[in-house]
Nanobody, 127 residues
Framework: QEQLTESGGGLVQIGGSLKLSCGASGRTGSSNACGWFRQAPGKEREFVAG????????TYADSVKGQFIISRDKAKKTVYLQMNSMKPEDTAVYYC????????????????????WGQGTQVTVSS
């Protein structure tokens, strides 16, 4: 099992930026890909972005394309989510997830494909 720890959440103004980090420990090295998801109050958890550890190929939800950037640092075993031009609708708890399954990039949006999850970090966008 891989332990994931998110950090970098907080309060940001509309139009501002925030960078989330997700550090991995435990049985690292077996992860095939990581993803970021978010869950707003009263809503279902939704896919935000995913990245392949091997190729660094990425995929994004339509709602964040051109706004968020996912990246990874293999040496640090860390995945990042750079969030720019933030809007009130970006307010949510953001979760990092990891999968050992050989998922294709196109299927990284399926939350049921992930094996391990972090505890989440709150992101609040306000005026």
């Amino acid at each position: 099992q891989e332990q994931l720890t998110e950090s970098g959440g907080g309060l940001v103004q509309i139009g501002g930026s925030l960078k989330l980090s997700c550090g991995a420990s435990g049985r690292t090295g077996s992860s095939n890909a990581c993803g970021w998801f978010r869950q707003a109050p009263g809503k279902e958890r939704e896919f935000v972005a995913g990245i392949s550890w091997a190729t660094s190929s990425t995929t994004y939800a339509d709602s964040v394309k051109g706004q968020f950037i996912i990246s990874r640092d293999k040496a640090k075993k860390t995945v990042y989510l750079q969030m720019n031009s933030m809007k009130p609708e970006d307010t949510a708890v953001y979760y990092c997830a990891s999968t050992r399954k050989p998922l294709s990039i196109s299927t990284l949006s399926d939350l049921y494909g992930y094996d391990d999850w972090g505890q989440g970090t709150q992101v609040t966008v306000s005026s």
